[in-house]
Structures are given as C-alpha cells and as structure tokens.
C-alpha cells in the first residue's frame, strides 16, 4: 500500500485501464484517511466497471465504499450500501465476513437523518491533561471526556473505529439518547451493542457536534482494572486532524497549524497500523494506544524467526471480550526498532509463536508502552504519520 501510495502519481498517467486507475486512487484513499476521494472514485467504479471488476473486488470494493461513506457522516447512503450489499453476496461469502456490512447497514438505516459529526475549536492550540493509570500488565493513557456536563477520563485508544465506545452506566448518567440497541458488532461476547447520540462531547475547548456512542453491554468477565467509563477513538481523532500525546509534560496538544510529514500510518478499515523497520526490513503493524502492552504476534515470529529462536517457550494468555486464549510464547528482553528516523526500544516484549486461533495470527500490536516510551509523540490524521522524539 505504501509503494502504491508513492508511485501512484507516475503510474496513473501510464495505466492503460481506467479500472486500474480508480482501483489504485480508491485503495490509497481509504488507506490513508481521505474518504471523499475514496468514495468517488469507488462510486465511479462500480457504476462504471461492475463486470470488469469480477464478484470478489465488487465485494471488496462495495464493503470499503459503505464503510467510507460511514466516516463521512452520510448514514444513509452507507447503511443503503451495506445493506445491498448483504443482500447481493448473502451465500456467496462466509457468513462471518458479512459481520461488518451488517453492523453499518443497522447503523447507517437508524442514523439516516442525523447530522454529520463536526468539530468546532479555537484558532489556537488546545492543551487538556493526561492521566495515567496502572494496570497489570502495563498502563492505560486516559483524557478527559465531557457530555451533557458530565465528565469522564476516557482511554485513549487509536482501536476505537467508529464513535466513542461508552459504558452502560456512563450512557446512563449523562443522559445519552439510546437511538437503537440489537445492534450486531464483531468482538462483543453477546454480540450486540446499542447505539446512542448526544448535542456534543467536549474535550477541553475542543467541541466535537452530533457524536455518535456505541454503548457496550456489562461484561462481568473483564477485569475491573480493565474498565473504564468510555473510550475516544477515531472520529475525534480524524476531525482533530493531530494531537501531540506530551508525556513528559503530561498532557494532551491539539495543535491549531497541522504539521507535514512522510506517511507511515495505514487504515484498515478504520484501525492503524505503523509501518516500523526491523533488522533493516520494513514490517507493518497494529498500533493501538488502548493496549496497555505492545506484543507481537504470530507474524512476526515468522517474519523474523532469529529474533525468537532459542527463547524459551511458555504458556500465556490473550484476553477478547467474554473469552481468554492460552497461547505459546516467548520474551524478547529488548525490542529494538525504528519508527521513521526514530529508534524506539521496548523491554519484555511477547511475541506469540503458537495458537490455534486465526486472529492471533497477526503481526501484532504496539500499545501505550509504546507511546510512553517517548518524550512526546505526534499521531497526525491528515498526512498519517507517527512521530516520536
């Protein structure tokens, strides 16, 4: 995706397909935070190039449109999207891959004459505090978090892909309005979440209009340490455009001048992931400021098999919603690594090379620890980069 995004410029003008072309513009697009493009150039495509573009990419193409039009705020053209979309591939694809589609066609259909998110802010830098806390693997990072006049300090957490993720109780203390629940979503132990709106929620004298919450259900399973009242992800993250995460001073920058910088930040769908560089070769993965611990999965130990032969192998466990993995692993005692023309350096880092579950199978995470690791760290969402010093 990286080498697509830097030859894209030279490459469209010798692309004899104009399938090919808007293929390219939509996938760079979608990847890197730039969702109008994204959704007319896959407009354009499946209007204009349905046969050429074969059932698997009409699939592919049609779920990242929906999801992009989510972003864009416009829920009833995603939910629309989806929605026929289901329909058309329903016994085609795996059941599980239609998860995602239902999830938005539900909330594009209940959200459908609710108005764009929109962030309004001071032409100035804005500066909230930053709270820490310990858990037991690590720390959590925690901003505060206003609705309705009540305020919480929510994880910060770059996982978060749609809305704000609330509580139960938290939903219910400041009023939330509750504009739907049965609301199917992949990684809940019962399934189902609901959905909620309010006027605004404030993050300092960022005000950020008509949010959107996913209110998680009680989970008694999850560690009480675990728990929080809510979490910020993505959308403000996005309609912030940057923040500086100023760990040294504790505290939160939303700079007003957005800074320049060589992309390393990738989308999927909404999720990031950092392009790192390890023993001098480049490797792709999750970055998740909600994960107390970065850790590394099953790709990486296959990517890298030096980095994990002759550690001994133990026994430890993977936490999801409602359910823990034990899973083979080892201890890499010094994670050293690259993040543009930084070196970052994590102790202790797990890296799993045994587990009978597909999605442990990944390349891995890099959490909060990461994050502290530095003095500051700039995340910025128009150029999609990471930045330590």
């Known amino acids: ?121 001071p032409d100035r830098d804005v500066t909230v505090p930053m709270r820490r806390a310990n858990v037991d693997n690590g720390e959590l990072i925690y901003i505060p978090v206003k609705v309705n006049g009540v305020e919480r300090d929510f994880v910060f957490s770059t996982e978060c892909s749609f809305g704000a993720f609330v509580s139960e109780s938290y939903a219910e203390e400041a009023g939330l309005e509750i504009v739907a629940d049965s609301v199917p979503m992949e990684g809940v132990a019962t399934g189902y979440v609901k959905l909620a709106t309010a006027g605004a929620l404030e993050v300092g004298e960022m005000v950020y209009r008509n949010p959107v919450f996913i209110v998680m259900p009680h989970n008694p399973d999850i560690d009480p340490a675990y728990r929080s009242d809510g979490c910020l992800g993505y959308g403000f993250m996005s309609a912030a455009h940057e923040v500086v995460i100023d760990t040294e001073a504790g505290q939160f920058v939303f700079p007003h001048e957005i800074s320049g910088g060589d992309p390393n930040l990738c989308l999927s769908p909404n999720t990031p992931s950092v392009r790192i560089e390890y023993g001098g070769m480049p490797f792709d993965i999750a970055f998740n400021t909600g994960s107390a611990r970065s850790d590394l999965g099953i790709g990486f130990a296959r990517a890298f098999p030096d980095a994990v032969a002759g550690l001994e192998e133990h026994e430890a466990t993977r936490d999801g919603y409602g359910i823990t993995v034990t899973v083979g692993a080892v201890t890499i005692p010094e994670f050293r690594f690259r993040v543009g023309d930084t070196e970052a350096v994590l102790p202790d880092v797990e890296a799993v090379t045994r587990s009978t579950v597909g999605s442990l199978a990944g390349k891995g995470v890099l959490g909060a620890d990461f994050v502290l690791s530095f003095r500051r760290l700039t995340i910025n969402y128009d150029n999609m980069f990471i930045r330590g010093e």
């Open 1 to 121: 995706m990286y080498l697509l995004r830097e030859r894209y410029s030279e490459l469209k003008g010798s692309l004899s397909m104009d399938v090919l072309d808007l293929l390219a513009q939509s996938l760079v697009a979608s990847a890197f935070n730039d969702p109008d493009t994204a959704v007319r150039a896959m407009a354009e495509l499946l209007q204009n190039h349905h046969e050429e573009l074969g059932g698997d990419n009409v699939y592919g193409i049609s779920s990242l449109w929906a999801m992009n039009l989510l972003n864009m705020g416009l829920y009833g053209q995603a939910g629309s999207a989806a929605a026929n979309t289901v329909a058309a591939f329903e016994g085609q694809v795996p059941p599980e891959s239609l998860h995602g589609l239902a999830f938005i066609a539900k909330v594009g259909n209940v959200l459908s004459d609710y108005p764009v998110p929109r962030m309004e802010r």
